[in-house]
């Protein structure tokens, strides 16, 4: 690979590095250690929906579903934890009751021909009901339980001082990361963005593949509801709304094409790592809140435009 | 039916008791719903005035539905009520129940949410500024006018956000030694709350209070100045029971919250003078509460 490549293949990379050059030479308070874990911590959230969503955008679907599913399961995850549920049976519970919020859209998705726009629409819109239901439009709070204490460290706590947020979000990248390149099943997701038809001729069972994308990214985002409900000690009926913008950004910010088929993981990551670094930046620099927007805005399109200019230049 | 009502009226004055006067005159209350306590405390405060005044209160639940507020709206129009009091559902799905009354020159007067058209003849709701002005005088006062000020706003736009931002800057600007570090909005959301103080708490090294609109974006920003272990005191605004609790357990300093009855009593009074031909103004506000420990 010659270097004008290596920088085609890594424009978002770029993009990260010139941000963070920029707001560090602006503000003395940007570059520190301690920011930087916040922004890592911050980060992990967005980023571990994102790595849902690039599975689901690699098969040409989208998921809109995910910040619905991720406030039901901190409501599930707060309310087991306030009844003193052992932590184990809270979290594989809430990450099953994900995964089966993402399955059943995966089957509509799959088996009834739905479009993932409308499937996922339609998820987000009745599990939003399903949460104010469970939650009687209240916030949850996770108790007084021992159980309570050692939840709370799954958002709060820190592992040899890097926050546990960020190791978890990093074990479910590698794992992410290897099933798509290392897998039978990574190909299939690729196969399937790429040209549906010809991998269903080529003997790839699509709905299957597409019902087992939809569940993962329904169990990360139940992953990601845990961890925020653990930052806040408690699990709010509106948490998540509008999460799935983000992720969607984070993924395209990355480099994936959203017609699927093409894209990397470590993209998705860098991706959701520019949302991060932007948010911080801009509240560490205090700009007032009706341009915070409009920044925000411009920065994607910058990054996109470039990202698509290098890529069309390179057919 | 008027006739009946007539000689109901008569037997009561003649039967006298404890109404004042002219007995009876009918109020109807439309609430935009009865399951949610703040409102149900607006309907006790307005029930306990109008005893007082000597009227009778009708008191229809839109349960947070507009087609059922106006559904209730056109019954109590049916039922010779002299001034309808209502709280929306929504500012401006109540344009076509206001209508309804005006039709039928029943006066209207609008409960904690204005609306956006029809004739009403006052409003009365919380005065958010004043709220926002209540927590700078708290600032000052504890710390002796010298005080570095984190302000966490709501929604950019909302007239919540506005009101209440623009009190507090008033109240702070107004003293030398108060200094706004940093203001930023989280969106009345308790998450966004803990993700922008913490920026926040990268950029700024000194920090002595955080005054958020609202009280979700303050329990948020109390967990991440938590777990920065710094020494920040916070003040939210409504009174939730959460932060309530929090006032109680000492992570929070105050709330400013809304008061629901005097909004139902206020609104009473509001109606009884327009009944007896006073002038009111457009605009009723309500003070606000400070609660702390």
Redesign the interface.
């Known amino acids: 690979m010659n270097a004008k490549d290596f920088i085609r293949e890594n424009i978002p990379l770029f993009g990260l590095i010139l941000l963070m050059t920029a707001v560090s030479l602006y503000s003395p308070n940007f570059l520190t250690v301690d920011n930087l874990l916040n922004i890592l911590r911050q980060t992990s959230i967005n980023a571990i929906i994102a790595m849902g969503m690039t599975f689901v955008i690699l098969t040409a679907g989208i998921d809109l579903s995910v910040g619905s599913i991720l406030a039901f399961a901190g409501a599930v995850c707060a309310s087991m934890i306030a009844a003193d549920t052992p932590l184990i049976v809270a979290l594989l519970t809430t990450l099953v009751i994900g995964a089966a919020l993402g399955a059943a859209s995966g089957t509509i998705v799959a088996y009834f021909g739905v479009q993932a726009f409308i499937a996922t629409l339609v998820g987000m819109t009745m599990i939003r009901g399903l949460v104010l239901v469970y939650t009687d439009g209240r916030p949850i709070s996770t108790g007084d339980f021992d159980v309570a204490n050692s939840f709370y460290e799954i958002g709060g706590g820190y592992v040899a001082e890097i926050p546990i947020p960020v190791i978890i979000a990093a074990v479910a990248f590698l794992i992410c990361w290897y099933v798509l390149n290392h897998t039978q099943f990574g190909r299939y997701v690729y196969a399937i963005g790429g040209n549906e038809q010809v991998a269903r001729l080529a003997g790839v069972n699509v709905a299957r593949v597409k019902l087992i994308v939809y569940a993962t990214s329904g169990a990360l985002s139940a992953l990601a509801g845990i961890i925020l409900t653990a930052r806040l000690e408690s699990a709010q009926p509106t948490a998540g709304m509008a999460y799935e913008l983000d992720a969607i950004a984070a993924v395209v910010l990355g480099g994936t094409s959203l017609a699927g088929g093409r894209g990397r993981i470590t993209g998705t990551l860098i991706g959701a790592l520019i949302i991060g670094v932007l948010n911080n930046a801009l509240n560490i620099m205090d700009v007032s809140s009706y341009y915070q927007q409009i920044a925000k805005g411009a920065v994607i399109l910058l990054a996109v435009v470039a990202d698509g200019r290098s890529k069309a230049s390179s057919r | 039916m008027k006739k009946l009502l007539g000689l109901a009226t008569a037997t009561a004055m003649l039967l006298g008791t404890t109404a004042p006067s002219f007995a009876a005159d009918t109020l109807a209350l439309v609430v935009s719903t009865l399951n949610n306590p703040f409102f149900v405390t607006l309907k006790e405060g307005a029930e306990e005035k109008a005893g007082e005044l000597g009227y009778e209160l009708l008191v229809l639940d839109s349960q947070n539905d507009p087609a059922k507020e106006l559904a209730a709206v056109e019954d109590v129009l049916n039922k010779d009520v002299k001034l309808l009091m209502i709280n929306p559902t929504d500012s401006d799905a109540v344009r076509s129940a206001i209508r309804a009354a005006n039709r039928k020159d029943v006066p209207v007067v609008t409960l904690d949410r204005g609306a956006s058209g029809g004739d009403v003849v006052s409003h009365v709701a919380s005065d958010n500024i004043q709220g926002g002005e209540m927590a700078a005088e708290l600032v000052n006062a504890t710390f002796e006018g010298a005080a570095k000020v984190v302000e966490l706003?709501g929604v950019?736009g909302t007239s919540a956000a506005r009101d209440r931002g623009e009190g507090f800057n008033k109240g702070i600007d107004a003293v030398d030694g108060l200094m706004i570090?940093?203001?930023?909005?989280a969106d009345f959301?308790?998450?966004k709350g803990?993700?922008?103080m913490?920026?926040?708490l990268?950029?700024q090294p000194e920090v002595n209070v955080v005054f958020a609109h609202n009280d979700?974006m303050a329990?948020?920003a109390i967990?991440a100045i938590e777990?920065a272990k710094r020494d920040i005191l916070v003040i939210g605004f409504d009174g939730t029971?959460?932060a309530v609790a929090a006032v109680n357990d000492g992570s929070m300093l105050a709330t400013v919250a809304q008061q629901a009855a005097m909004i139902g009593s206020l609104g009473v009074e509001t109606a009884d003078k327009i009944l007896k031909g006073e002038d009111v103004a457009d605009y009723t506000p309500v003070p606000l509460q400070l609660i702390q420990k």
């Open positions: 706003q950019p570090v940093a203001s930023q909005a959301d308790r998450t803990l993700n922008v913490e920026n926040i990268q950029a979700e329990l948020g967990k777990a029971d959460d």
